[in-house]
């Protein structure tokens, strides 16, 4: 045990009386199991040393009479693993407090999420089983999302039960859980869930009604479904019609989806030069799916907007590699390329491993100090891995990583707000009403509310939808390679990650900014990593219609 930081956890968390403070001490405990390297490097010796400890810590705390303090050591012990946690979880999943067996159910998933277990035990399993069916709700879904990211055939049961809830979110994770087991068995396609719509249109395939869904998440994954299965004319004719007239989000999958069902590269010239930058992007994702189109997907890195210059480089890179390498090294050599292309390069670049190096010494010494920590970051990881890969590279390697070091800057602090307050996001899909949570995250909630007095955020856009998972926004840059020149200390918070929570995305520790993201489902994966510093209380049905592009008119405080 080496930091004192730790040593004070550990006293605090032993001397606390109150079952609140005792609670946030057994949180932050937990929070070493999440602790990351300030450049993405892995878990060092000593960060290991530390999460043990935390864990042996949190053991005692898991049998506390105060069920506060029971979930929290519960969520913490998920967390930070060891040896010894699976007995005190399969205790807290007989624990008589809902809120206790809901952390239990969440608790085994993020063991195996972090590594902490190669698989589910029987023992595990047995008792999500049982958690599945259990008489509370929140309990009952969290155990359904635990069998829903890996195929876990023992788990069958549980997710068919699951498929036929009352409960959306326990029917959206069943059937991701169940895609992942083979033959689907039967199920209705017409949920009044978007969300879970599009899911079923991924898992069992569209119906004609599917193409003309009102959600774009499920026009969407229609599109995306075709794209890999065969199809009949009429399907083939929705497609067609979908490509050249529907809203950004299904227009883009049904572009790729048609190339991927092997119509001619020509077909897709007019949408390359469409006005919309979303649609020119999956344009050129789709003329890579088609035979010789390098040329006409190099075309697209001069596009002027660098988002769709951004999309094309990642299309050439995925489907010419031999092509795209010296075309990769170009940008990187290019002091004047835009960060978006440049970032998508050193994403690309280090994925093609060692042969990259020399291109990716040069981008430091060309782009630094202007380099994003993003950028930087993933130029140093490539570097590092190359070092690794070639010894007779390393000192020279190192010698420059030297030279261009993390970015060290200090996060911002603003002011912290003296009362509550709520924000008014006009769109121009509708208006989206948001309080804010300064106690969970007192300097993210000074900093929203400072970018949206400052205006910040009139005339973005939401540049990211992920069906069934996140919208985000609030770029300057629109694209997400952007902020507004600083940058905020992570504030994590029990605060959970459900429908409609407000979070900040980040690119590494300490890195969050400007943006904001809204989860569209219930992300428990998220929680402890991200920082949520608000919920939407009015226009959830908004989130639900949004697509990239769509604008942010105004944000504004809330009167009163």
Not at 172 to 200: N, Q
Not at 352 to 366: H, N, Q, S, W
Not at 397 to 410: G, K, Q, R, V, Y
Request: hydrophobic share 45%; aromatic share 6%.
């Amino acid at each position: 045990m080496r930091y004192l930081p730790l040593l004070l956890l550990l006293a605090a968390a032993a001397s606390a009386s109150d079952g609140v403070h005792r609670a946030q001490e057994a949180f932050l405990l937990g929070q070493k199991g999440l602790a990351e390297a300030a450049d993405g490097a892995p878990e060092s010796p000593a960060m290991r040393e530390e999460r043990l400890a935390a864990a042996s810590a949190l053991l005692p705390l898991a049998a506390e009479p105060d069920p506060l303090v029971r979930a929290a050591a519960v969520e913490g012990l998920g967390k930070t693993g060891a040896a010894e946690s699976e007995a005190a979880l399969l205790a807290a999943a007989r624990d008589p407090d809902a809120a206790v067996r809901a952390e239990a159910a969440l608790a085994f998933f993020r063991q195996r999420l972090l590594k902490r277990v190669p698989e589910y035990s029987t023992a595990a399993v047995t008792a999500l089983a049982t958690l599945g069916g259990d008489q509370d709700a929140e309990v009952r879904w969290r155990a359904v999302y635990a069998f829903s990211r890996w195929a876990e055939p023992r788990a069958a049961q549980v997710l068919t039960t699951a498929l036929h809830s009352a409960d959306p979110r326990q029917r959206l994770f069943a059937l991701r859980g169940l895609t992942k087991l083979g033959p689907l068995p039967p199920a209705p396609l017409l949920d009044e869930d978007p969300y879970v719509r599009a899911e079923s249109v991924g898992a069992y395939g569209p119906t004609p009604a599917s193409f003309r869904d009102p959600s774009p998440h499920v026009r969407a994954a229609a599109a995306a479904w075709s794209g890999s299965h065969p199809v009949s004319p009429a399907a083939r004719s929705e497609l067609e019609r979908m490509a050249d007239s529907d809203t950004a989000m299904p227009r883009g999958e049904s572009l790729v989806a048609l190339a991927r069902l092997g119509a001619p590269g020509g077909r897709f010239a007019a949408a390359r030069a469409d006005r919309h930058w979303w649609v020119r992007s999956k344009a050129y994702e789709a003329t890579s799916l088609t035979a010789g189109s390098e040329e006409a997907v190099a075309a697209g890195l001069d596009d002027p907007d660098p988002r769709v210059a951004a999309g094309a480089m990642e299309a050439l890179a995925a489907s010419s590699p031999t092509y795209a390498g010296a075309r990769i090294a170009a940008v990187l050599r290019d002091a004047k390329a835009p960060l978006e292309l440049l970032g998508t390069a050193a994403d690309a670049a280090a994925a093609r491993g060692p042969e990259m190096t020399e291109a990716l010494l040069d981008a430091l010494k060309t782009g630094a100090p202007g380099l994003t920590a993003e950028v930087r970051g993933t130029i140093r990881k490539a570097l590092r891995a190359a070092a690794e890969a070639r010894p007779d590279d390393a000192s020279r390697i190192a010698a420059a990583l030297a030279a261009f070091p993390e970015m060290t800057d200090s996060p911002r602090r603003f002011k912290h707000l003296s009362r509550p307050a709520s924000v008014v996001i006009k769109t121009e899909k509708g208006v989206v009403v948001i309080e804010l949570d300064p106690a969970a995250a007192p300097n993210h909630a000074a900093a929203f509310v400072d970018s949206v007095k400052r205006r910040l955020y009139d005339g973005t856009v939401w540049h990211r939808i992920v069906s069934g998972f996140v919208v985000q926004g609030g770029d300057p840059r629109g694209s997400g390679w952007g902020d507004d020149g600083w940058r905020l200390e992570d504030e994590p918070s029990r605060r959970r990650f459900l429908r409609g929570t407000v979070g900040m995305p980040k690119a590494g520790k300490d890195t969050g900014g400007c943006q904001l993201f809204f989860s569209l489902v219930p992300t428990p994966h998220l929680d402890g990593r991200y920082t949520v510093f608000g919920s939407v209380v009015s226009g959830l049905d908004v989130l639900d219609r949004l697509e990239p592009g769509d604008r942010i008119i105004s944000a504004r405080l809330k009167k009163g």
